[in-house]
């Protein structure tokens, strides 16, 4: 097939494109030395698309050395998704090894369309803890209506929730909240982990560390995004607890070199 004969408005339409991931691509590599370039690092499952598809097509154009430069970044970007794996040659979904289920929900506070009810009513007696970040107000309400389900629940008043999260869960458990790092330098933004221990009958205890951190936009966000994930990972490596999970909404991707 040979499309090179394509009016030229549209070849130089692709080729335009072409650069804007090319160039979008290599901002990515340079993640580590300015928070605008790590932006761009999260994007690796789009450049992986976007590299394939502009490439077959600058193929068909004989742009050969631009298409090459596409299925490059392609495959530069399969390797970064693999390659974070703990088994990279493994392509199929692990066999479940448990039945214990945590589901962790941001509802985010503004959203007034938020389907987490609907969503709850058909599936919350599959899962053992439930996390809900910016919950509000409206939401705590409604999830207190769940006590039949998820008896254990935090908070029983909107005045005791801290970092605005709630948790609902059908067994009994005790919650900390534990500072990361200093916050004073984004004062309307609390950087500390909530530490869930759920004790379940007849096996050992489960540990949840669940945060937020801020939206890295900016160097300061940026910085303190940083510096969140560098104390939930020292308080995990801490942790005495055999199992431990760490959720949350955490404004970052696998791909960036900071998480």
Known sequence: MDISHLPPQ???WVSNLAWFLII???FSLLARFHWAFDLFSHFTIQYIVGGFALGILLLLMHQYWLAGLCLLVMISSVIETRWLMQDPLLFTRPAAETNFTVMHYNKF????????QEWLNVNATDIDVLIVQES???NIEFLKQLK??????????QSESFNDISVLSRHPFQITSIPLVDS???SWFT???TRIEISKPGVPSVVIYSFHTAVPMGGKFSTHRNGTLKGLAA???????????ASGDWNITPYSPYF
């Open 10 to 12: 549209i070849i130089s």
């Open 235 to 245: 308080a995990v490596a801490n942790e005495k607890s055999d199992y431990v999970i």
């Open 24 to 26: 979008s691509f290599g």
């Open 191 to 193: 950087s500390a982990a």
């Open 148 to 157: 039949d389900i998820f008896p254990n629940q935090f908070p029983q008043h």
């Open 184 to 186: 004073s330098d984004v």
């Open 136 to 138: 509000g107000h409206d």
């Open 109 to 116: 506070f503004t959203n007034e369309s938020s389907r987490i």
